[in-house]
Nanobody, 125 residues
Framework: QVQMVASGGGLVQAGGSLRPSCEAS????????VGWFRQVLGKTREGVAG??????HKNYAESVEGRFTISRDKNTMYLQMDSLEPEDSGVYYC????????????????????WGQGTQVTVSS
């Protein structure tokens, strides 16, 4: 049985940093393309960052490029979030088994097979 548990969200001022993590059991992250998504109440879930298996190519949403960094080891994935902005607030979800697209992975939520529960990130101005 696959279980993914996200943690590490919180409240931070604009310009600050957070590093949510997601720990998996029942699967190993280095066998799958994995990623982070976020959702704001009343809006659709959007892809934030993804990382593929072989080669570890990473791709990011344009809104977070240069500020966020995704990483993973065998059973845990991370999202280093720097220079946070109020627009980054939302519930952040980890996901695994994303569809591969060329050298990257899809950031379409519909492409994910496994989901963790969310962790709330709130950035105050």
């Amino acid at each position: 049985q696959v279980q993914m548990v996200a943690s590490g969200g919180g409240l931070v001022q604009a310009g600050g940093s957070l590093r949510p993590s997601c720990e998996a059991s029942g699967l190993t992250f280095d066998h799958y393309a994995v990623g982070w998504f976020r959702q704001v109440l009343g809006k659709t879930r959007e892809g934030v960052a993804g990382i593929v298996t072989m080669g570890g190519h990473k791709n990011y949403a344009e809104s977070v490029e240069g500020r966020f960094t995704i990483s993973r080891d065998k059973n845990t994935m991370y999202l280093q979030m720097d220079s946070l902005e109020p627009e980054d607030s939302g519930v952040y979800y980890c996901a695994a088994a994303l569809k591969r697209v060329g050298t990257s992975c899809s950031l379409d939520p519909a492409s994910a097979s496994y989901w963790g529960q969310g962790t709330q990130v709130t950035v105050s101005s």
